[in-house]
């Protein structure tokens, strides 16, 4: 069983659509969660992290963690086409020195 | 004022060459990286840094050798390249006690022929 897993997509909505993206995980020892997005042909950049369970908000973008059922989603309200990327989800055991697993990604489209 | 820089962007070069990909960063991070993205998106850490002290090293073939002279700069170089190895080659920094929040730089697009 894979540490991560994320369905691919593609995905594609929308404008002003609300998106949610997900993975499943596997090791319940896992601490961080975390979002990168991924424009075409450029490096990840950090979205949005959580420690632990719960919610946390950033504009547009609603972060949610369920350690119960290891389950992680990203939320996006009123999509923009300039949310158009690759969503990776990426997990952690601790803040400190371990790597980050990342999901395989999905692929978001918005169409305006 | 780029924040994490690779050089080169792109890298086209025949099996069996010696090659490098410099990256430096100027956030002043303790931790720096190397990760490798194939053809169907999937990102995988391949060495990581912590002030110029391996920390992870996952099972990269030892073809490839990170150096880091010092902890803002970490170069990868890659012997005997295979066709495998065409990839986009991602270097990243992070705070030392913040490994979630890791700085990615543009990528170097390795093709191998």
């Known amino acids: 069983q894979k540490e991560v897993e994320q369905d691919p997509g593609p995905l594609s909505v929308p404008e002003g659509a609300i998106v949610s993206l997900n993975c499943t995980y596997s090791?319940?020892?896992?601490?961080?969660f975390m979002w990168y997005r991924q424009y075409s042909r450029k490096g990840p950049e950090l979205l949005m992290y959580?420690?632990?369970?719960g919610n946390k908000e950033d504009g547009r973008f609603t972060a949610q963690v369920d350690k119960s059922s290891k389950y992680i989603s990203l939320f996006i309200r009123d999509s923009q086409p300039s949310d158009s990327a690759t969503y990776l989800c990426a997990i952690s055991l601790s803040g400190g020195s371990e790597k980050l697993v990342f999901g395989k990604g999905t692929k978001l489209t918005v169409n305006p | 004022d780029t924040a994490v820089s690779q050089t080169p962007k792109y890298l086209v070069t025949q099996m069996g060459n010696d090659k490098s990909i410099k990256c430096e960063q100027n956030l002043g991070h303790d931790t720096m990286y190397w990760y490798k993205q194939d053809s169907k998106k999937f990102l995988k850490i391949m060495f990581s840094y912590n002030n110029k002290e391996l920390i992870i090293n996952e099972t990269v073939p030892n073809r490839f050798s990170p150096k880091s002279p010092d902890k803002a700069h970490l170069n990868l170089h890659i012997n005997s390249l295979e066709l495998g190895d065409s990839a986009v080659y991602f270097c990243a920094s992070s705070p030392l006690d913040a490994t979630y929040e890791q700085y990615f730089g543009p990528g170097t697009r390795l093709t191998v022929t």
């Open positions: 959580t420690y632990s369970s």
């Open positions: 090791n319940s020892a896992f601490q961080y």
